[in-house]
């Protein structure tokens, strides 16, 4: 049985980029009909949509020389439109700085929250005891935690620029978790949020929190907030100032400008066409309809589905981490499997309309933090004009989902459930007629996050670096990946089976030399 150089589990954007960089050692195994994973897309009807809404959006040159080599032209860059529905209203993202519309109260609360969360309550002192302690209104309840807008107390400006996005993924997870700024380093240690729920109304105050950020991240990630910590934020996404704030409440906010406001899409053939960008430059094999049933470490084999047997040297991976666990079967230890059991994630089913009228909407992405059966629309039609046949115009309805929040209803019920909420929202009108509805799932869409994330991930990743696998990918190294990481996850897993063939070259090399040492010493211990 011929053993193969390199195997790569997975052809998604990790898979393909890993495969690529590899080059000509490489075996890439693909469970479906089609590269691109997550970043597949299906026609229909003249529609094209993807497996939830995916945008172009990176500022590493690297990924640009990548999307070049991919796409060259087919590439169509806007400026984002990205918009909240909330109270019967649109309000620009970032819903803290973009209040302008909403109703005067909830401004109100917003801003008060945000000031609070700064200074500490501005509610009148209390005379009965005379102490003159005001006590902050909000969960935090220290009082002074954080500075709100990206500069200190003292006005220096924190290292989260005003107005940078370094990741404008239209999946609403950054976004939707936007901190205000970061607290100086004596109030961190007093303050430093212990989770999720925490941040939130320490960060932004109780008026957004209870407005925007904790109903959109309960609806999103459907586990309770207090369960996630903290790290993945990445203080990535700062808000305007206190000032800026205001301003956005009393005026319409202009669109967002710059260079993180871009984001590209392919032209034609949707994200598929960026994926399948990769096929002519594959220089290894690549078997599609091929599914991985079984792994041995042990004897460093790969079975398929059809009980083909595949010996390996060395093996990327970048199919979920709990998958690859359970494949292994009784080689993984029972704490290995512990670890595997304890990885939470979150899973998606896009409901697809194809409306019969064009230019619905202007906008790119909207998120529903309130009743809706889905959290957020990705508006595809608007991604390029190539997703819609003459006339229509696509929609893509995102709806999360795990054992915390189960689905409401399946099949031609959600589908129903989905236009009927469209309805209620306004985007679609009564008599708008809907030429095409299908679905798709995604059982592993978000990494949760939760407080044992990383312990368990490094517990089975070290595992498994032991047995020379390399984990590449968000499902696999269990992250917050978008596309463009998994380009440079894969290229990074390219680089380490680099450095495991050389070690192996190495250790061939001194094997003579070893075995040369030992027999001149049994010569002089005979002699
Ligand atoms: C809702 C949502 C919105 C997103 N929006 C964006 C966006 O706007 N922009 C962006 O850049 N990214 C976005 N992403 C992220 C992007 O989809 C992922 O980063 C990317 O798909 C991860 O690539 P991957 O190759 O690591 O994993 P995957 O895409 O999951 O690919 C893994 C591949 O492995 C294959 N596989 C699994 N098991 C086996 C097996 N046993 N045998 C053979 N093959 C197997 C799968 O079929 C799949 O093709 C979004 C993700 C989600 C969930």
Redesign the pocket.
């Known amino acids: 049985m011929a053993k193969h150089d390199t195997i790569v589990?997975?052809?998604?954007?990790?898979?393909l980029s890993a495969a690529y960089h590899i080059g000509a050692p490489s075996l890439l195994?693909?469970?479906?009909d089609r590269v691109?994973?997550?970043?597949r897309s299906i026609e229909e009807g003249g529609f094209t949509f993807d497996y939830?809404?995916?945008?172009?959006?990176s500022n590493d040159p690297y990924v640009h020389e990548l999307y070049e080599m991919l796409v060259g032209d087919n590439v169509h860059w806007q400026m984002r439109e990205a918009w909240i529905y909330s109270k019967d209203t649109y309000t620009r993202y970032p819903f803290q700085g973009s209040l302008y519309g909403l109703p005067p109260e909830v401004i109100q609360e917003c801003i008060v929250g945000a000031i609070e969360a700064r200074y500490g309550s501005i509610a009148p002192a209390p005379s009965a005891n005379g102490n003159g302690n005001g006590k902050a209104a909000h969960a935090n309840g220290n009082g002074n935690a954080h500075h709100a807008n990206g500069k200190s107390h003292h006005g220096a400006k924190c290292n989260c620029d005003s107005g940078v996005v370094d990741d404008c993924?239209?999946?609403g997870v950054l976004e939707a978790t936007a901190p205000l700024g970061h607290p100086t380093p004596a109030q961190s240690a007093s303050s430093e949020p212990k989770n999720f729920e925490e941040f939130i109304y320490k960060v932004w105050g109780a008026g957004i929190a209870k407005h925007f950020a904790v109903p959109y991240n309960k609806k999103l990630w459907t586990v309770p907030l207090s369960e996630m910590e903290t790290s993945w934020l990445g203080g990535r996404v700062p808000l305007p100032d206190l000032g800026e704030m205001i301003s956005g409440a009393l005026h319409p906010t202009p669109p967002p400008m710059g260079p993180n406001a871009r984001f590209g899409y392919v032209l034609k053939g949707g994200f598929q066409a960026l994926m399948d960008g990769f096929l002519p430059h594959l220089k290894g094999n690549l078997r599609l309809n091929?599914?991985?049933d079984r792994i041995s470490l042990a004897d460093r084999r790969v079975w398929l589905a059809d009980g083909t047997c595949l010996p390996y040297r060395y093996l990327v991976s970048?199919?979920?981490l709990p998958?690859f666990v359970r494949l292994l079967g009784e080689e993984a230890p029972p704490g290995i499997v512990e670890a595997s059991a304890g990885l939470k994630h979150v899973s998606?089913r896009c409901v697809n309309l194809g409306v019969g009228r064009a230019n619905v909407t202007d906008k790119h992405w909207i998120y529903y933090p309130e009743d809706s059966v889905f959290h957020r629309i990705f508006v595809q039609g608007n991604a390029s004009p190539h997703c819609n046949p003459p006339g229509g115009f696509g929609l893509t309805c995102?709806i999360s989902y795990s054992e915390h929040k189960p689905l409401p209803c399946d099949g031609d019920a959600l589908i129903r459930r989905c236009i009927e909420d469209c309805r209620k929202v306004g985007i679609i009108r009564e008599d708008d007629p809907i030429w095409v509805a299908n679905q798709c799932d995604?059982p592993?869409?978000?990494v949760v996050y939760d407080h044992a994330r990383e312990r368990n991930v490094s517990t089975i990743r070290s595992w498994l670096t032991q047995h020379d696998v390399v984990l590449a990918?968000?499902?696999?190294e269990w992250a917050y990946?978008?596309?463009?990481?998994?380009f440079l996850?894969g290229r990074t897993a390219a680089q380490t089976v680099e450095a495991l063939r050389q070690r192996d070259r190495q250790r061939q090399q001194q094997l003579p030399s070893v075995a040369a040492r030992r027999s001149s010493a049994m010569e002089e211990l005979r002699a």
């Open positions: 589990i997975g052809a998604g954007p990790t898979g195994l693909e469970q479906h691109g994973g997550w970043c939830a809404g995916h945008i172009m959006f993924c239209a999946d091929t599914r991985v970048t199919m979920p998958v998606v995102e995604l592993y869409a978000y990918g968000r499902y696999s990946y978008n596309s463009d990481h998994a996850a």
